[in-house]
């Protein structure tokens, strides 16, 4: 079924990190008629879905399985670190940044034993410290943290990290939510027994679809362990589809067909040439900033290829509001950071767009820094 696009929609371009630019053909792949979701057409679209949903990281279908949710991209965490933890035993959170620390806070609330092993927002995990909290602490059994930290940019060594989790049998949990269907996984080399994501970013549809790649024998097991919570048990919801074909309760049927149409013009486009074109923006997001003398938080070389945080000039007439709002009204959004100790703001390379739509964006953002009486290049004492 080809897509109708009836009329153009207007074409925002969101630098923020997710949701993301959607195509127009994802927009009106919403618009269908009315269904009751328990009907079997669209257990059958399901059932496409979560296969793609595992192919996307190279996923072996024997080994590993998709398990959908509705909800943003915080229920996976919370579904992760709930679920897969055993009785009497421990998490460890490598943490560097604010999605991390969601995690910390969701074994808070859950009463979950864990360590949160805290590293500077603009740096690496130390990987010898991280084997040595695992060789001091056998009973730790699910070591999780965040691929692309979201709120800086930075990169994490995830295969490495999974490597040393696996060396102190510990399930490894990772939040791929800002790099998953953009930048290339691949969850046996990397390592990884659970990553997840939601529909609205990298794969450019909509909010209300989340979803967990992991393993299924991981999940089967999981059976036996304590429950924390009825709406977001992972087995529980595993096992309700398996057998029914049917998410456990109301999943969002609109999101979850354009997340269909948005899954074809992934493949259409390709892994390789996706993560090309994401890379494009990226770099334009870099030039841009860079000609106009801005400073970013974090290294080039340990940047996740995906969000660049710069840092507010000094400048006394700076206001990221005003700038905010001039490039808003004229259709480009950008975003406040996430670091508490910097003021930073973030451009982001998500979405269905490319450097032109960069390049555009600097001359309505070179406008605002003129009209607000911001010196060009921008200072910093
Ligand atoms: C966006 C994002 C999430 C999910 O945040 P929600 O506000 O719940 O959608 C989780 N982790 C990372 C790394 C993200 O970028």
Same mark, same amino acid.
């Given at each position: 079924? &080809?897509?109708?696009?009836?009329?153009?929609?207007?074409?925002?371009?969101?630098?923020?990190? @997710?949701? &993301?630019?959607?195509? *127009?053909?994802?927009?009106?792949?919403?618009?269908?008629?009315?269904?009751?979701?328990?009907?079997?057409?669209?257990?059958?679209?399901?059932?496409?879905?979560?296969?793609?949903?595992?192919?996307?990281?190279? @996923?072996?279908?024997?080994?590993?399985? #998709?398990?959908?949710?509705?909800? #943003?991209?915080?229920?996976?965490?919370?579904?992760?670190?709930?679920?897969? =933890?055993?009785?009497? /035993?421990?998490?460890? %959170?490598?943490?560097?940044?604010?999605? &991390?620390?969601?995690?910390?806070?969701?074994?808070?609330?859950?009463?979950?034993?864990? $360590?949160?092993?805290?590293?500077?927002?603009?740096?690496?995990?130390?990987?010898?410290?991280?084997?040595?909290?695992?060789?001091?602490?056998?009973?730790?059994?699910?070591?999780?943290?965040?691929?692309?930290?979201?709120?800086?940019?930075?990169?994490?060594?995830?295969?490495?990290?999974? +490597?040393?989790?696996?060396?102190? *049998?510990?399930?490894?949990?990772?939040?791929?939510?800002?790099?998953?269907?953009?930048?290339?996984? *691949? %969850?046996?080399?990397?390592?990884?027994?659970?990553?997840?994501?939601?529909?609205?970013?990298?794969?450019?549809?909509?909010?209300?679809?989340?979803? $967990?790649?992991?393993?299924?024998?991981?999940?089967?097991?999981?059976?036996?362990?304590? /429950?924390? #919570?009825?709406?977001?048990?992972?087995?529980?919801?595993?096992?309700?589809?398996?057998?029914?074909?049917?998410?456990?309760?109301?999943?969002?049927?609109?999101?979850?067909? +354009?997340?269909?149409?948005? =899954?074809?013009?992934?493949?259409?486009?390709?892994?390789?040439?996706?993560?090309?074109?994401?890379?494009?923006?990226?770099?334009?997001?870099?030039?841009?900033? *860079?000609?106009?003398?801005? /400073?970013?938080?974090?290294?080039?070389?340990?940047?996740?290829?995906?969000?660049?945080?710069? $840092?507010?000039?000094?400048?006394?007439?700076?206001?990221?509001?005003?700038?905010?709002?001039?490039?808003?009204?004229?259709?480009?959004?950008?975003?406040?950071?996430?670091?508490?100790?910097?003021?930073?703001?973030?451009?982001? +390379?998500? @979405?269905? $767009?490319?450097?032109?739509?960069?390049?555009?964006?600097?001359?309505?953002?070179?406008? +605002? =820094?003129?009209?607000? @009486?911001?010196?060009?290049?921008?200072?910093? /004492?």
């Amino acid at each position: 079924m &080809s897509i109708k696009v009836p009329y153009e929609v207007k074409r925002n371009v969101l630098l923020n990190p @997710g949701p &993301s630019t959607t195509t *127009d053909t994802v927009k009106f792949a919403q618009i269908v008629p009315d269904i009751c979701p328990r009907e079997a057409e669209f257990g059958g679209l399901m059932k496409g879905l979560r296969e793609d949903l595992v192919k996307i990281v190279h @996923g072996d279908l024997n080994e590993y399985t #998709s398990v959908l949710f509705c909800g #943003s991209g915080t229920i996976n965490i919370d579904v992760c670190l709930n679920s897969l =933890l055993p009785e009497g /035993k421990k998490v460890l %959170v490598i943490n560097n940044g604010a999605y &991390s620390t969601r995690a910390v806070e969701i074994c808070e609330y859950y009463g979950l034993p864990h $360590i949160d092993l805290k590293f500077p927002v603009d740096q690496r995990p130390d990987l010898d410290l991280v084997e040595k909290t695992l060789r001091e602490n056998p009973d730790i059994a699910l070591v999780h943290t965040t691929h692309n930290e979201t709120g800086t940019g930075i990169l994490n060594p995830i295969r490495e990290i999974g +490597a040393l989790a696996h060396k102190y *049998d510990a399930v490894f949990t990772v939040d791929t939510t800002s790099t998953y269907a953009m930048r290339p996984i *691949d %969850v046996s080399k990397d390592n990884i027994d659970f990553c997840m994501a939601s529909a609205q970013k990298g794969l450019m549809a909509f909010t209300g679809l989340s979803f $967990i790649v992991g393993k299924t024998a991981i999940i089967k097991e999981s059976a036996n362990y304590p /429950k924390r #919570s009825y709406y977001c048990n992972l087995f529980m919801q595993y096992d309700f589809f398996e057998r029914t074909g049917e998410m456990h309760f109301t999943p969002p049927v609109q999101t979850i067909y +354009a997340t269909i149409q948005a =899954l074809k013009e992934y493949w259409a486009e390709g892994e390789e040439a996706k993560w090309a074109r994401h890379t494009r923006v990226f770099n334009a997001i870099h030039e841009g900033l *860079d000609e106009l003398g801005f /400073k970013d938080v974090i290294k080039r070389d340990e940047q996740a290829g995906l969000v660049v945080s710069a $840092i507010y000039p000094d400048d006394p007439n700076w206001s990221f509001e005003k700038v905010h709002d001039y490039c808003y009204e004229r259709g480009f959004t950008i975003y406040p950071g996430k670091i508490s100790t910097t003021n930073t703001f973030r451009l982001c +390379a998500l @979405g269905a $767009i490319d450097e032109g739509d960069i390049r555009d964006f600097f001359k309505v953002f070179r406008e +605002a =820094l003129d009209t607000t @009486g911001v010196t060009v290049p921008v200072m910093y /004492k």
